[in-house]
């Protein structure tokens, strides 16, 4: 591109922020003013099944659309996508992820809507915010998942106890007052023994929230002779799983390794020259013909 007198305006005021290598990155997506946005399309409370479904048809897009992508949680109207550590989606440029991300999950929510929604119209547009956030090691990419799931807990037995209550004749003042200074062990004898509802009874994916990850599956074919072999390929899947309890097995976790080597086949894929990898631990390494 030719200079001119009016590049300075790129030169000195752009900022192409990188994110540090060797790090997971994850992006975290949440809607904006989506109190507002339930009440407009009536959706359902505490919980409504379809809108999370919603979500979690944007959540498995992403994973299609970006596979350097090795991991997705969301609840309610959040999702966070984990990046695998060694990725160089758009050179780990900042504002390229954050954009990508935030604006192709807005998009899917747009064109699925009818699909979740038949009888029901788009009366406003979403609108997504997104942040990035680096992490060193698997431990803390669990924490941070973990601490995700706690929150989606809370939240969730919170809004469960607070919309009963609302239901049952309460005023939304006088359920808060109802609730202030309660413990997790109250709300729980407040809904067994108010409403006879036992929490745990309630839908996984309400209390737990979803996982979108990819497993390997098995597929018998015939090869060119009609020998039978076993080809496997990685499907989407789409979980209601506990993250909290979840912690990593010594020496070996196999959840852990497995992550590591589905990091270290989407490395291989897009890089053709590279003829080898070796990896155990939280440590991989690449060999390349010279």
């Not at 996508?81 to 998009?107: A, D, G, H, P, W």
């Not at 788009?122 to 609108?127: G, R, T």
């Not at 997504?128 to 799931?149: G, S």
């Amino acid at each position: 591109m030719a200079n001119s007198q009016y590049e300075y305006v790129k030169r000195e005021f752009e900022f192409d922020r990188r994110l540090p290598p060797s790090n997971w990155i994850v992006v975290r997506i949440d809607g904006c003013h989506f109190h507002r946005f339930s009440k407009t399309h009536a959706f359902e409370k505490p919980n409504d099944e379809n809108a999370l479904r919603l979500m979690e048809t944007c959540a498995t897009a992403m994973l299609k659309k970006f596979p350097d992508i090795v991991f997705a949680y969301g609840a309610s109207d959040e999702y966070s996508f984990v990046f695998r550590e060694q990725t160089e989606f758009y050179n780990r440029r900042e504002s390229k992820i954050l954009s990508l991300c935030v604006s192709y999950f807005t998009s899917v929510y747009v064109m699925k809507w009818k699909k979740i929604f038949p009888n029901k119209e788009l009366k406003e547009p979403p609108y997504f915010d997104a942040r990035a956030v680096c992490y060193p090691n698997l431990k803390t990419i669990r924490d941070y998942l973990a601490w995700r799931q706690v929150d989606c807990h809370i939240n969730n037995q919170y809004n469960t106890c607070f919309w009963m209550l609302v239901k049952s004749g309460k005023s939304e003042q006088e359920a808060q007052l109802s609730l202030k200074g309660t413990s997790s062990k109250d709300k729980n004898e407040l809904l067994a023994q108010q409403f006879q509802m036992n929490y745990d009874d309630e839908l996984a994916m309400f209390r737990k929230g979803s996982s979108v990850y990819r497993e390997k599956e098995g597929k018998v074919v015939k090869n060119d002779y009609g020998d039978p072999i076993k080809r496997t390929r990685p499907i989407l899947t789409v979980a209601h799983v506990d993250i909290i309890g979840f912690s990593f097995d010594k020496p070996n976790d196999a959840v852990a390794l497995s992550l590591m080597n589905e990091s270290a086949s989407l490395m291989i894929e897009p890089y053709p020259d590279i003829a080898f990898g070796y990896g155990f631990g939280s440590e991989y390494r690449y060999v390349v013909p010279i």
